[in-house]
């Protein structure tokens, strides 16, 4: 490939085009073993209950530290298999590239999202690209569907949850989020914080052995309080986070200099899961032992008769957390 | 050994103050913090904590906005303003801009900034154009325009200049029949650039108790408990509980540029209405880069409301804490974060805002309403 930039000549179905798609795609993706030249792909799931899922990925600025949009479109779809208790096996990509991208990027890019797809064990089955005209795009668009198979054990859903039960997360909450918006120093603010982004099936699988597991989910845009709102909606229990939910000291001090709540701010590796109360030690003791989990706490309960997402404070105060309306920080994803 | 703001709250427990205290905050850093501590839910019952007039967008007078948003659409400038002012509705006919937001998207090239050191890059950047910096703020904004000017800003650079000092709106309560406060807890930035001594007013000539703080629970805490104190031991003095950053005198070099670049003249609050020696204006040294001398001027006093609230919106009274904010009958109504009709659910700043976004959602009048009913 000649070219230092992406032209509309790179989505023409022509020659170039099919350069693009062996030299930077399939030369990238190679451990997928992507079979370029079909129209359509067989692809083997062995055994077990398929599940399917999708999602777009417009995060702005395109690099921040700890990934990018590549690492992030396979972490998206495929934590979203993982948090509904399958394994991810395939992904497909479309690409929207806008016309001018620099060659180089595209390339870093694509390499960081075939890294991330060995790494989450799934691989790239089809794909598509396209090219926009200048100015119709933010750089580069991404989507992926994956395809999963459900594992043995628990089968967690909003509907498993119960009065009582207890709410744990993996990590600290609102890195990827505030990462992100320091990548745009927007705000004349600068840090070194690192997205969380990443595969979260290691954190996921291992709790499908409890028969307590009620509900998983990992805290991506709108943060932990809408997971509080979704179990709300879905269940017509009330969510009580306790003084106890883990955020990083420059997280914390960028919302208090931007009036954000880090409790909407966005993760793109940790999971929140509602486990039943006599098994939420073992299910943190779990976590705590794995090199993703080590910061995870018990960071709330389900309470009926209650229904609000209410969150307590370290003073023994409490307010409500309503549910997100206007995103502070639109497209992180 | 600093307390935790647990140990305060204990230690402000044990006072054994039982009788009714309101404790007026004039900071909206203060008012977030105590909101989103949760802090109203944890002092003792008999203990109010009231937001004050602590948000210089929401007293920013309706007529400057009207007057930059005219500026940015008549003149052929760029006009920069504080993020939180684009949204701040005015008073006009349905069909016309009402915000410097619709000015915008009427072609009115106006820029969102977060500093004055923006508005002169801006200014540099485009040295054939005039760039006007709507200048709203209390004092601690205020000193930087005035720094900024004394350091020499660039001459295409011209500055509408709304800011405020905050005092003399706590003056001008505890000078009415009715303060609607037994304590202050004063803004610990402010202090940090005017110094402590501002406020001693409050304690000598009112025989209030007041406490300078800062914006973490602990410090707000302890000025809690130090007005609390003075409150129990009939002892009154101001107390400095952000000793952190506030020294006596405050910020020599940000006073000696405040006075140099501005004096201090009489000022319009929106909905308030004039209050003496409230507010900043450019000195004749500085005309050259003064935006109301510069332009004619837009002011229209045919225009209705000209200089008021919104109709039915109670910003005023939340601004002087004569109420709560969900006691006004638009809050979470007619007026939300998304839709704002006044500007106390514009500004970060702004106690609406700070209810809004820290849970409250209901307004008193609908809870009496659904009472009613059932």
Known sequence: ?333 | MARTATEWLEALRELGVERPVRIMNVCGGHERSISIAGLRSVVPANIELVPGPGCPVCICPEEDVYEAMQLALHEDITLVAFGDMLRVPVNVPKKDPRSLEQAKAAGGDIRPIASPTEAVRIARENPERKVVFFAAGFETTTAPVAAMLAEGAPENLLVLLSGRLTWPAVAMLLDSDKPGFDALIAPGHVATVMGPEEWGFVVDKHDIPAAVSGFTPESLVAGMYSVMQQLRDGRRDLDNCYPQVVRPGGNAEARRQLSDVMEVVDANWRGIGVIPASGFALRDAYAAHDARQHFQSYADESRKRVGEMPPGCDCAKVVLGKIYPNECRLYGAACTPRKPIGPCMVSDEGACRIWWSSGTRENVWEGRKRDALG
Request: aromatic share 4%.
């Open chain 1, 1 to 333: 490939m000649d070219d230092d930039r992406i032209s509309l000549a790179h989505g023409n179905g022509g020659r170039f085009m099919r350069e693009l798609i062996e030299e930077v795609f399939a030369k990238a993706l190679e451990a997928s073993e992507i079979d370029v030249q079909a129209d359509a792909v067989p692809i083997d799931l062995g055994d077990g209950e398929v599940l399917i899922t999708t999602d777009g990925f417009t995060v702005q600025p395109l690099e921040f530290p700890g990934g990018n949009i590549g690492s992030l479109a396979v972490h998206g779809t495929t934590n979203d298999l993982a948090v509904a208790g399958a394994r991810p096996m395939y992904l497909t990509l479309n690409a929207f590239i806008e016309e001018g991208f620099e060659m180089e990027r595209l390339e870093r890019i694509v390499r960081s999202l075939a890294d991330a797809a060995v790494e989450a064990g799934v691989r790239i089955s089809a794909g598509d690209t396209k090219v926009v005209r200048r100015g119709e795009g933010g750089g580069i668009y991404l989507a992926t569907t994956g395809v999963g198979v459900r594992l043995p054990g628990a089968v967690p859903s909003l509907k498993q949850i119960r009065d009582g039960d207890v709410m744990i997360v993996s990590g600290p909450v609102g890195d990827h989020g505030t990462a992100v918006m320091l990548a745009r120093e927007e705000f004349g603010l600068r840090g070194d914080l690192v997205s969380d982004a990443g595969p979260v099936m290691a954190l996921t699988e291992p709790l499908l052995a409890l028969d307590g597991l009620r509900f998983m989910r990992d805290p991506t845009r709108g943060g932990i309080a809408s997971i509080g709102h979704e179990i709300l909606k879905a269940t017509g229990l009330g969510v009580r986070f306790e003084a106890t939910i883990p955020v990083r000291e420059p997280v914390q001090s960028v919302c208090e200099m931007l009036g954000y709540d880090p409790y909407y701010l966005a993760c793109e590796g940790r999971v929140v899961a509602v486990v039943a109360p006599d098994q939420a030690e073992k299910a943190l003791a779990i976590w705590q032992a794995l090199p993703d989990g080590k910061e995870a706490v018990r960071i709330g309960r389900i309470v009926a008769g209650e229904q609000r997402v209410i969150l307590e404070t370290p003073l023994g105060g409490e307010r409500f957390l309503e549910e997100l309306e206007d995103d502070p920080l639109p497209r992180i994803c």
